[in-house]
Every structure is written in structure tokens, then in C-alpha cells.
């Protein structure tokens, strides 16, 4: 998270923990000064694996939370954001040189997006589908894909980061995040909203680092299960090569939001005195599962 001292040292956030990341020590400069803002301990290889085993770890017991209080989570993440919300202004704008109206104005869509995807918390639905055998019923339901990692720009430092977390922790999946090093302290902030709100340790870890030093760790790493990005077009194609190397789903977007689902939906077949039998693929599988 965020310490305080003679300056603010950014922290990698790992299983709930503050987390010392054993890499060097880089400034962040304030856009408007010049001067010192933040100091950043950059993120080591062996800790993406860290905090890829803790998004493992603590993502069955969060996907097998109900639905409706995931989506509880979230909502009372909205309120803690709007409760900081000239704090959380004005770190966007000592970060990455937004006029605070602007900055407020991202704080405010980013409480409106996570109430929004919290109301999904109520709506997530199957299918019922027809089948050849008259005394069967086949039924699609949605199930989490597992460990998404999410790569978010400077640019929206709050609201693009709530769109794709929002979306995984709802469905049930955990989230390792790797904000841009220029904005990371607005990333843990975010996190820091969400764990206050009751989010459990470890659905949702953060990595302070260059995409060097993370972004390609988390892309190769075999229990990332969705990698969804927005950034420049080239890293995205970086990004999308590493994670077809990995035989994984990945989004990329230069610009907007990607899909807010990235469960994958297997069928079952159930005979129509209720009993249901093994799905075409099971949810625990190790195939590559759908973004959307």
C-alpha cells in the first residue's frame, strides 16, 4: 500500500500485506513541481509469483461467496471512494497532472461503476438448452475463469482499473493488478477502497513495477487464466503474443473497456428427476477458457 516517512513510498500489495518488493527504489515526480511525489519499490520476479499464487489461493473461497455479497463488496467500496473522494482527487492529479475537476469527476464514475457492477451480483444467469434425449434438461452456467491480471495506462489511473476489476471480482474470479508505475499510489488506493469495503486478502493483489518487470511475468505466468490491458497498440501486441505462448484468453484495447465477463460457461446435462451429471468440460479443467 502506501507508507508514510520523510516522502510516500509506494508498496506492492500482496495477499492483503504491504509487501516489500526486494527491487530498487525509483521517484515519481509530481507533473506540475517537478519535485519528488512518491517513491516506488519496483516489483521483483519472484514476487508476480507471490502474488499469483495468492489470486490462486484465494479465489475459491471468494467465488464460492454468493453473489449478491460480492456485489455488497462493491457497493460499499463506492461509498468508501466517494467518503475520499478529494483525496483520491487530488492524488490523480499530484500523479499524472489532471485538473482536479477532472480528477473528482473520475473518482465520481468509478463510485457510479462499481454500484452498477454490483446490481450484476443479482443478475448473473444461465441457460436452459434443448437436448436430443426428451428426458434430459441441459443447463449453460456461467463459473469464474480463475486469476485474472489486469495491466491498466496512466491515463484514467481510477476509472479504467474499476472497470476491469469490478467486472472479475463480481463473477468471482481474483484479481492480480498492475497499475502504470506513474500512477500506482491511485492504483492502491482503489485496492485499499476495496478491502475496506470487506474484499478478502488476496482476491485482489497489486503489483508497483514497469511492464518489464511485471506486465511480462504476469502475461507468461501459467495460472493467469485472463489477461485483459489497455494501453498502446504495440505493447498489446506484445502483451497478446506472450499470453498465445501461454495458451490463455487475453483482451486488449488501445482506448476502451473491455467486456465485463470473463467466466467461462460449461454444460450440464440433467436428467429431469434433478440429479445432474458431468458437463462437457469440467469448471476445475486446465483448458484455455473464454474472455467472453
Not at 37 to 54: G, N, P, Q, Y
Not at 84 to 108: P, Q, W
Not at 165 to 193: C, M, N, R
Not at 222 to 249: I, M
Request: some cysteine; aromatic content about 4%.
Amino acid at each position: 500500500m502506501v507508507e508514510q516517512g520523510t516522502s510516500v513510498k509506494l508498496r506492492s500489495l500482496i495477499g492483503g500485506t504491504p509487501t516489500s518488493n526486494h527491487g530498487r527504489e525509483v521517484a515519481l515526480l509530481d507533473p506540475a513541481t517537478g519535485e519528488e511525489a512518491f517513491r516506488a519499490e519496483l516489483v521483483a520476479t519472484r514476487d508476480v509469483a507471490r502474488a499469483v499464487a495468492s489470486a490462486r489461493d484465494a479465489q475459491p473461497a471468494w467465488a464460492h461467496t454468493p453473489a449478491i455479497a460480492r456485489g455488497v463488496v462493491l457497493r460499499e467500496a463506492a461509498d468508501v471512494l466517494e467518503d475520499r473522494r478529494d483525496e483520491l482527487a487530488h492524488r490523480i492529479t499530484s500523479e499524472m497532472g489532471k485538473v482536479l475537476a477532472e480528477s473528482r469527476a473520475e473518482v465520481d464514475e468509478a463510485a457510479f461503476y462499481l454500484r452498477f457492477m454490483s446490481g450484476e451480483g443479482a443478475r448473473l444467469v444461465g441457460e436452459t438448452r434443448p437436448s436430443v434425449d426428451p428426458r434430459r434438461l441441459s443447463i449453460a452456467e456461467r463459473v469464474p475463469a480463475g486469476v485474472v491480471a489486469a495491466i491498466t495506462p496512466w491515463n484514467f489511473p481510477l476509472c479504467i482499473p474499476t472497470w476491469k476489476i469490478a467486472a472479475a471480482l463480481v463473477v468471482g474470479d481474483s484479481v492480480v493488478f498492475k497499475p502504470a508505475l506513474q500512477t500506482a499510489g491511485t492504483g492502491l488506493a482503489l485496492a485499499e477502497g476495496l478491502c475496506t469495503a470487506g474484499l478478502p486478502a488476496g482476491a485482489l493483489n497489486v503489483l508497483v513495477g514497469t511492464g518489464e518487470e511485471a506486465g511480462q511475468k504476469l502475461a507468461r505466468h501459467p495460472d493467469v487464466r485472463v489477461l485483459t490491458f489497455t494501453g498502446s497498440t504495440a505493447v498489446g501486441h506484445r502483451l497478446a503474443g506472450w499470453s498465445a505462448d501461454a495458451e490463455r484468453a487475453s483482451r486488449s484495447s488501445s482506448a476502451a473497456r473491455t467486456s465485463p465477463w470473463s467466466s467461462a460457461t460449461p454444460i450440464w446435462s440433467r436428467p429431469r428427476n434433478g440429479s445432474r451429471t458431468a458437463p462437457s468440460r469440467p469448471p476445475d479443467s486446465g483448458a484455455p477458457r473464454p474472455a467472453g
